[in-house]
């Protein structure tokens, strides 16, 4: 059992925080939820295939910056993300990075009365470029979307099937949206492998969850440590 000591994540916002005195018990009760979900024969794991692909999402400023309406301190999300990209370029494989396709013009959704978007005139290129610790390549597809599911109106499913892609490495932000959502798009067609110090977002609830529901249902989440593993043993098969 986690005891009153149990540390909070390292990145997030401090107002979306939990409660110290409720962080324990929420997370031994979420441990206990995916013992009784695999007594049930749910949650086993998908294993990797034998074609990955990385994704990256939204590891841009108006996500990563404190001072931006949605943003918060996802700076160890970002250290492990660049942990799991250089090893995938050591491995040679398919590398695709997200962001949003931030255009006014667009008609408004219903989703637009949930949240009302702040983004000052002139500024979007900016605010959505790709962080520059990411160090994109231009070999490295950019895919724009509208929609929370980096496959949703985008043709992402059929550049990785094209490529004969089998499992997506899933990375970047935010855990409970974007994350979540292009997790759950991807689980009918590719087997999903999220490294779990990777991903984040501005919640600790929110991320708490929805981690755990990514594992029962959608994907493996992974330590870093173990995907790195399986990547750097690409890279040795294909200098042998």
Known sequence: MNDDTSPQLSFGADDLRLPDELRAPLRDHL???KQN???RGWGMRVGWGQRPALIVIDMARYWLDPEMQIGSNL????EGTCQVLAASRRAGIPIFFTSLAWDPADPPSPQNRKLK??????????????DA?????PEEKIVYKRYASSFKGTNLHEMLTSLSI???????????HCVYATCRD???SFRVIVPKEAIGERC????????LDIDIDLGDVTPVAEVLAHLDGLTAEASS
């Open 31 to 33: 441990a206990t939820l």
């Open 37 to 39: 979900y695999l007594q």
């Open 75 to 78: 700076d160890s999300v970002m």
């Open 133 to 137: 610790r990411l160090e994109h390549r």
């Open 117 to 130: 978007w702040s983004v000052p005139e002139g500024k979007a290129g900016e605010l959505f470029a790709l």
């Open 204 to 211: 600790e609830l929110m991320h708490e969850v929805n981690l």
């Open 186 to 188: 991807a689980v009918d």
């Open 166 to 176: 089998d499992t997506l490495i899933v990375t970047g932000i935010s855990t409970s």
